[in-house]
């Protein structure tokens, strides 16, 4: 199983729809992330979780909402969203939040998101 | 003033030249910086982490200068599949774990 995985790979929903992204890691892991990428845009952090603790947020819209149930799986749960919410969003996860040594963190994929 | 910098490139190489990307950052109390790679619509990949005495990795060169700021990144006998878009990394100064992510550097090699 590659190091983090991410589903669904590609979402497509309206603007009233619910729903859940999905990231595990299989590296073991202490730190899970999630970042936006939007078109021609940097990469943006939104969330930060710490043994399963939330040690960052951002300053996102409550219209997004994450979960770590542990220290190998992290939700975002997505409600309302805007058609502006449309972008590449991309779990990372870290060894641990790196405070004596380099944060190596590590992607998955991305869920290519689209709301319409 | 971005808090990362990079030239968006493209640069348009051929198949085995040396080519290299700077990047500047805007807080001094920066601690840790890295060069990702990103294929068109994939993740970031870890190319390599930048350490104080620069660091070499096969073709790959990456150097530090704390005093004026920049990263480079050397890439030497560049081949087709070096294509991709490189990102300077830098962690913010108060965190070390709150990494900003430049706009990234575009490379093409053509054979």
């Known amino acids: 199983e590659t190091g983090v995985t991410q589903t669904p790979r590609h979402l497509v929903m309206g603007m009233t729809n619910k729903k859940s992204l999905k990231c595990e890691q299989h590296?073991?892991?202490?730190?899970m992330y999630w970042y936006k990428q939007s078109a021609k845009k940097p990469l943006e952090l939104m969330f930060v979780?710490?043994?399963?603790?939330?040690?960052e947020n951002n300053s996102v819209p409550s219209r997004f909402s994450p979960e770590c149930p542990n220290s190998s799986h992290l939700f975002l749960h997505l409600h309302t969203l805007q058609p502006e919410d449309s972008a590449l969003y991309l779990c990372?996860?870290?060894?641990?939040?790196?405070?004596?040594?380099?944060?190596?963190?590590?992607f998955g994929p991305g869920t290519r998101l689209t709301v319409l | 003033r971005k808090e990362v910098e990079q030239d968006p490139g493209p640069f348009n190489v051929p198949e085995g030249a040396t080519v290299a990307f700077n990047c500047t950052y805007s807080?001094?109390?920066?601690?840790?910086f890295f060069w990702y790679r990103q294929d068109c619509r994939k993740e970031p990949k870890l190319l390599m982490s930048?350490?104080?005495s620069g660091n070499e990795d096969g073709r790959f060169t990456a150097q530090l200068n704390r005093a004026s700021q920049y990263i480079s990144l050397l890439i030497r006998d560049s081949k087709l599949s070096d294509s991709a878009t490189y990102l300077c990394?830098?962690?913010?100064?108060?965190?070390?774990?709150?990494?900003?992510f430049g706009s990234g550097t575009r490379l093409l090699v053509r054979p």
């Open positions: 990372a996860s870290s060894q641990d939040l790196g405070v004596r040594s380099y944060n190596e963190q590590f």
């Open positions: 590296l073991g892991h202490n730190a």
């Open positions: 979780y710490s043994l399963e603790e939330r040690v």
């Open positions: 807080n001094s109390a920066s601690q840790s």
């Open positions: 930048v350490y104080s």
């Open positions: 990394v830098v962690n913010r100064g108060d965190s070390s774990y709150k990494l900003i």
